[in-house]
């Protein structure tokens, strides 16, 4: 159920479009945008800000953007974020989120696997290549932190996260600080279901962390 779960919210996100209405005759979501800075065995900033692009049945363009998508599973709420940035014509650093529902005020804590219900998960892929299954890219998982939501209003979502990730080894760690996320929010019956794509390779690590 968790792997249907995490593989819906991905899916769904990236077949946004741009321009006029869909095929499913409703408007396009907008611009968002999601920022942090990183210190450690990686030191930077981050920031995706712009529209989520389809690109085909199974991609989306590789140019700077931030999204979520509303979905739910077994009775419960779940939110997925995804940001890109590009950093070369073919990769570009990821971020993915996946939570449950929740209003504004409200603080989640982040953690390393989904062995519980209503988990909250959460990656950094740096140089990813989004359409191969293999990118090498450098991937931390989320072992620890909050996500807090400050708004819910008219489609879109707010809000500030933080915490400490590590590689998949846990031999190296980031700190990840003033996080920041302002994304459009559509819910996955906007998209046919006969056309959701296969998750990025990104996504697909976070799969293998949520047992």
Same mark, same amino acid.
């Given at each position: 159920m968790k792997t249907r779960r995490l593989t819906a919210a991905l899916? $769904? @996100? *990236?077949?946004?479009?741009?321009?006029?209405?869909?095929?499913?005759?409703?408007?396009p979501p907008t611009a968002?945008? !999601?920022?942090?800075?990183?210190?450690?065995?990686?030191s930077g900033s981050y920031s995706a800000n712009g529209l989520l692009?389809?690109?085909?049945e199974s991609s989306f363009v590789k140019q700077s953007f931030a999204a979520g998508v509303t979905l739910s599973n077994g009775g419960r709420a779940y939110v997925g974020m995804?940001?890109?940035?590009?950093? $070369? @014509? *073919?990769?570009?650093?990821?971020?993915?989120?996946?939570?449950?529902?929740?209003?504004?005020?409200?603080?989640?804590? !982040?953690?390393?696997?989904c062995a519980a219900v209503?988990?909250?998960?959460?990656?950094i892929a740096f140089d990813a290549n989004p359409d191969l299954a293999d990118d090498g890219s450098d991937t931390f998982y989320f072992t620890s932190g909050t996500i807090e939501v400050n708004t819910v209003s008219n489609g879109r979502m707010t809000g500030t996260f933080s915490g400490t990730a590590a590689d998949s080894l846990g031999t190296r760690t980031i700190t990840v600080t003033g996080g920041t996320f302002d994304v459009p929010v559509r819910n996955e019956s906007a998209y046919p279901s006969g056309s959701r794509a296969a998750p990025t390779a990104?996504?697909?690590?976070?799969?293998?962390?949520?047992?």
């Open positions: 899916a $769904a @996100a *990236t077949m946004a479009a741009a321009g006029c209405k869909d095929s499913t005759g409703i408007d968002g945008s !999601l920022a942090f800075s990183y210190t450690g065995a990686r692009t389809r690109d085909g995804l940001a890109y940035a590009p950093v $070369a @014509a *073919t990769t570009g650093d990821e971020v993915v989120f996946l939570f449950p529902s929740v209003g504004p005020g409200q603080k989640l804590t !982040l953690t390393e696997t209503g988990c909250s998960l959460g990656l990104a996504f697909q690590r976070l799969l293998t962390r949520r047992n």
